[in-house]
């Protein structure tokens, strides 16, 4: 099961820069890192939020920061989203790069006047005189059977905003990188990290960015780190996912390819900016698409990617692009939460609506 | 530890507790301590996946929660407020059924045991209970409901809870804003939390009345309580009382607290245990005996017992609630995405 992407070290090609580099290790400890490293390369650099110091944060990102860093960099502040998304406002504008944290997605909610009427703003308003290099780091989507409000999937509404910035990992090693990255650009950077996934082991290439998919050749390495990435190359039809999704895309695939059924995943990474280019390889090549996503099904973004591709692809596709998504219900209970994600039969359901559609 | 600006004089139901209530008042700590650490244990067992535990909440909660008039009060709580709930004689299969993740906010009637739905946004009811108790005053009842909000010194940081006091001053809401200071949010200690260290303080800018109250001692909190809704019942706006107690335990079953304070400090802080201190002084005065607290850990035991088989008998909701109980009247879209997942549900 390729939960990630794997290092294929058979294949001619290979630009194996060693074994040293490529550690195994979980979404949790690649994230911990990546801004361990952050702090050290930059000192302007600040992470702050609910619980984030001396607990290291209830999902431990921030694990053993203030103890390295010290407590001017790595903070607490008391419990209030608008005040630290507020209190970030300010750092930026006097040369920080705040990395602030929301404990949990459905806690952004009471931030979203700073985040939208501020952050996403301020650059505009003051014509480029004052940048907003925040990166704010959201443990998002559901999977882990939480009480209301810890699960939810935000990535539409921040998507919408124009000012901002998302970016979703999948795994390990793109989860190191990606923060990395988005932790040192001046724009601000809304990081979805599937909290379902936090203790998924995977390799991290440490020393590059760019890994090759699981089968090879020709596409995306991923290496840009501004992409989608192809996860797992097949002929008949693409499935197009973020975050949690892709690795049961990944299922998903193995399963149709014992009917014989050639799947082709992508991983979009960036929300906004979209890779249309990417989409429109991809279904390009198999002409069929499936976009899967935990957010609710109306105004989310499997509309905006099945638009990208009918503008790309219109005329060579063979059926209109289908979704896969969550209900237009506010988030379950644990329960009912294997309902409303997008489970193995639903997305099957999907992928055999696309190869089943015939022109009226 | 009481405080000054004190409530306006209207003490005509100020009788001292009986000996009846006081017993009473221990029933129900002890149902509710027992029920507390029952369902930490239900956790640990896989029963429920999760539970936020009151262990040294007891006296503030039952002694607050007895005083509410269930035929005209409201009360508003967050997640941790099991013993408002049992002391108001709620439906604790219903109550506990959020923490099996059978269904948020609970399955019991709000409407009938006036308690709003549990809830997990820290402060996130605050507004709510002014509102409500707006809508008090604009009916004119001459029997005047009194709203209670409970939340924590964490909570009290949030900018809804400014906006809720100062909204209450300004219309004379009957709101009782009770916090229960329990040393912490999560790892975090009051005094990098509450600048001034104290929340009750903070009324005073709003022209709140307040009391800083211990609130380890039942009796204390229920009068404390008492006299704060006759102020609110008389017309006279809001009140603030800060009950200052201990969480004993980890913030919930997912926590270690172990992380950011010792076994030693917690034995220090957390002070006499309110339960064991209001025994010991019910056994002094002569209220209570021996055979009564066996009595009182016996029926304790037997509730814990029938809410254990209640809760494990509650099957999954039926999936197409998700769908029907979204709104009075569904939209088209959400209609067809219920037909569609009926279809294949039914399917797979
Ligand atoms: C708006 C919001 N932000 C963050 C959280 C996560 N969280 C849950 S409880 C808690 C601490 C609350 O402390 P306090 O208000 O003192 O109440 P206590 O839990 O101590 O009873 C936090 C940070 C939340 N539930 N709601």
Redesign the pocket.
């Known amino acids: 099961m390729p939960e990630t992407i794997t290092t294929d070290r058979s294949s001619g090609n290979s630009t194996d820069t060693g074994a040293a580099n490529v550690q195994h290790m979980s979404m949790q400890q690649a994230l911990n890192r990546a801004l361990d490293e952050v702090l050290a390369e930059n000192p302007k650099t600040v992470i702050f939020g609910?619980?984030c110091g001396r607990l290291g944060g209830?999902f431990r990102i921030t694990d053993g920061l203030q103890a390295k860093h010290g407590e001017e960099r790595v903070f607490d502040t008391p419990?209030?989203?608008s005040g630290i998304l507020g209190m970030s406002v300010g750092l930026a504008m006097a040369g920080f790069h705040p990395i602030p944290e929301?404990?949990?997605d459905?806690?952004a909610?009471?931030a979203i006047n700073q985040i939208v009427c501020q952050i996403a703003r301020m650059n505009y308003r003051s014509r480029g005189t004052l940048p907003m290099p925040i990166t704010l780091r959201v443990p998002s989507f559901g999977g882990i059977r939480a009480?209301e409000?810890?699960g939810e999937s935000l990535e539409a509404l921040f998507a919408h905003v124009p000012g901002l910035k998302v970016v979703s990992p999948s795994n390990p090693h793109d989860a190191y990188h990606l923060l990395k990255y988005a932790a040192t650009r001046p724009d601000p950077v809304i990081f979805m990290e599937p909290k379902s996934r936090y203790w998924q082991k995977g390799p991290v290439d440490v020393a590059s960015a760019a890994q090759r998919p699981t089968h090879d050749a020709g596409v995306d390495d991923g290496g840009s780190l501004t992409g989608a990435r192809v996860v797992r190359e097949g002929r008949h039809l693409t499935l197009v996912a973020w975050g949690a999704m892709v690795s049961r895309c990944l299922q998903v695939a193995e399963l149709a390819a014992e009917d014989g059924i050639d799947v082709e995943v992508l991983d979009l990474r960036w929300l906004k900016p979209i890779d249309a280019d990417a989409l429109a390889r991809s279904v390009g090549k198999t002409r069929r698409a499936v976009v899967v996503h935990e957010a609710p099904l109306t105004s989310g973004l499997g509309a905006e990617v099945a638009q990208l591709i009918t503008q790309s692809c219109f005329a060579t596709l063979k059926a209109p692009v289908e979704r896969v998504t969550g209900f237009d219900v506010p988030y379950p209970s644990g329960d009912l939460e294997d309902e409303y994600i997008p489970n193995i039969d639903r997305i099957l359901f999907g992928i055999q609506r696309v190869l089943e559609y015939r022109r009226g | 530890m009481t405080t000054e600006p004190v409530l306006a004089a209207v003490d005509d139901d100020a009788a001292p507790l009986t000996h009846h209530q006081l017993r009473e008042l221990y029933t129900l700590m002890a149902a509710v301590r027992h029920l507390d650490s029952s369902a930490v244990a239900w956790q640990r067992q896989g029963i429920i996946p999760g539970y936020?535990p009151?262990l040294g909440?007891e006296a503030a909660q039952v002694g607050s929660g007895y005083a509410v008039d269930r035929t005209r009060d409201f009360v508003f709580p967050?997640?941790?407020e099991m013993g408002v709930a049992r002391a108001m004689g709620l439906d604790m299969v219903g109550y506990m059924s959020t923490h099996k993740a059978t269904w948020h906010g609970g399955m019991y009637n709000p409407l009938e045991s006036r308690f709003a739905p549990i809830q997990?946004?820290?402060?996130?009811s605050v507004l709510h209970a002014v509102g409500w108790a707006h809508g008090q005053t604009l009916s004119g009842a001459p029997e005047m409901g009194v709203a209670m909000t409970y939340?924590?010194?964490?909570?009290?940081?949030?900018g809804d809870v400014h906006e809720a006091m100062n909204f209450a001053a300004v219309m004379k809401a009957p709101v009782v804003f009770f916090i229960?200071?329990?040393?912490?949010?999560?790892s975090?200690p009051?005094e990098r939390?509450v600048a001034g260290g104290s929340v009750a303080a903070r009324a005073a800018g709003y022209g709140i009345p307040s009391l800083q109250i211990d609130g380890n001692d039942v009796v204390a909190v229920f009068e404390a309580t008492r006299s704060a809704f006759a102020h609110c019942r008389a017309g006279n706006g809001p009140v603030v009382i800060e009950a200052m107690t201990y969480?004993r335990g980890p913030?919930?079953t997912a926590d270690d607290p172990g992380r950011y304070r010792t076994l030693e400090e917690e034995r220090l802080d957390g002070g006499e245990d309110p339960l064991e201190r209001f025994k010991q002084r019910l056994l002094a005065e002569g209220v209570a005996d021996a055979a009564f607290f066996a009595e009182a850990q016996r029926a304790a035991e037997d509730e814990e017992e029938a809410i254990r088989a209640g809760i494990a008998d509650l099957g999954p909701r039926p999936g197409a609630e998700m769908f029907s109980l979204v709104f009075q009247e569904p939209t088209p879209a959400l209609q067809s995405q219920a037909t569609s997942w009926r279809e294949e549900s039914e399917h797979a």
């Open positions: 609910e619980d209830v419990l209030a989203e929301v404990q949990f459905g806690f909610y009471p009480p409000h810890h | 936020a009151e909440q967050t997640y941790r997990a946004v820290v402060a996130g939340f924590g010194d964490g909570a009290s940081s949030q229960q200071n329990n040393g912490w949010a999560i975090v009051t939390q969480r913030h919930s």
